[in-house]
């Protein structure tokens, strides 16, 4: 099941340009996507530069917020001019803020806080990292909290692809099928009406999930279906633990996200750099390349 673009689009999305590594490794876009923060990374590529990587991914997300790394030293590159021109094309729609190491000169920090706060008016901050990377997970936590990263969903859905199965056994009837999407408290597969004979709220137990090679089991109770064009049924399930709440247990969650996370940073990144590839060949037609 190949996502569509309208899926892979929704909701918020914070991009973290050319971030340093050593000091925000991507893990950390792992762990947040727990706390309901959908996080990428754009990097420096050898075919596109960062600014017409920038401009596609403004074109095509909605809602999107952008942090530059202003130690990154990226030939062609001036973080000010760029930011500028972010700003001079599309206002207040695109919300961006900044991220810098630690300084120990309190002046050179308080001119970069000048610069980007109030010259410039980045809207979402000028963080300072700290150069231990396990202080930065909190600091970074916090700036996404403050900045409403989360947007208007609390648990972030990853579409599914053929590797997402499921399967469980109900008044001794068997059933299976591929996913449509999951998250760390919904799930959704299509059906059809006759073949699943399940009541609302009705609780199914021990479901088995095979997602991406990972297994679980779990029980979910169905929450909603709505009928599709194509005469199927579109079923959502929510997780039920076992306390009795919503949402998968923090255990389950754990070894979950990165399977969840994998699936999402697949398709941004398949979406983007299919958008890549198509302005690099009507530049290439054109006859213009990104650095002339």
């Not at 918020?12 to 990428?40: H, M, N, Q, W």
């Not at 500028?84 to 050179?108: F, P, S, T």
């Not at 709220?201 to 090679?213: A, H, M, P, R």
């Not at 009795?244 to 990144?269: A, F, H, K, S």
């Amino acid at each position: 099941m190949a996502a569509s673009v309208k899926d892979i689009i929704a909701g918020r999305k914070t991009f973290f340009v050319a971030p340093d590594k050593t000091i925000f490794p991507e893990s950390f876009c792992e762990e947040y996507l727990s706390k309901g923060y959908e996080c990428y990374f754009i990097e420096n590529e050898p075919k596109i530069s960062i600014e017409k990587q920038i401009e596609i991914v403004i074109s095509v997300f909605a809602d999107v917020i952008l942090f530059f790394n202003l130690d990154a030293n990226i030939p062609g590159i001036n973080w000010i001019d760029l930011i500028r021109k972010i700003h001079l094309r599309h206002g207040d729609n695109v919300l961006m803020g900044a991220m810098y190491c630690k300084r120990q000169n309190k002046e050179e920090r308080a001119k970069l806080e000048y610069m980007f706060l109030f010259n410039l008016g980045l809207r979402c901050g000028c963080i300072q990292l700290e150069y231990q990377r396990n202080l930065n997970y909190g600091i970074i936590e916090k700036v996404l909290f403050a900045n409403q990263a989360m947007g208007r969903r609390k648990s972030v859905r990853a579409i599914a692809n053929k590797g997402c199965t499921f399967g469980f056994n109900h008044e001794k009837k068997n059933y299976t099928g591929m996913l449509q999407d999951i998250s760390v408290s919904h799930f959704s597969f299509v059906g059809s009406e006759k073949n699943l004979g399940l009541k609302d709220y009705e609780k199914v137990e021990d479901i088995q999930f095979n997602i991406k090679g990972l297994h679980f089991r779990y029980n979910a109770i169905p929450f909603m279906k709505r009928p599709l064009n194509t005469d199927e049924i579109l079923y959502v399930f929510m997780f039920e633990n076992k306390t009795g709440g919503t949402g998968l247990d923090i255990l389950t969650q754990q070894i979950l996200v990165p399977r969840l996370y994998e699936l999402l940073n697949e398709n941004c990144r398949t979406l983007l750099h299919r958008l890549y590839e198509t302005y690099l060949i009507n530049e290439e037609k054109n006859g213009r390349h990104f650095l002339q």
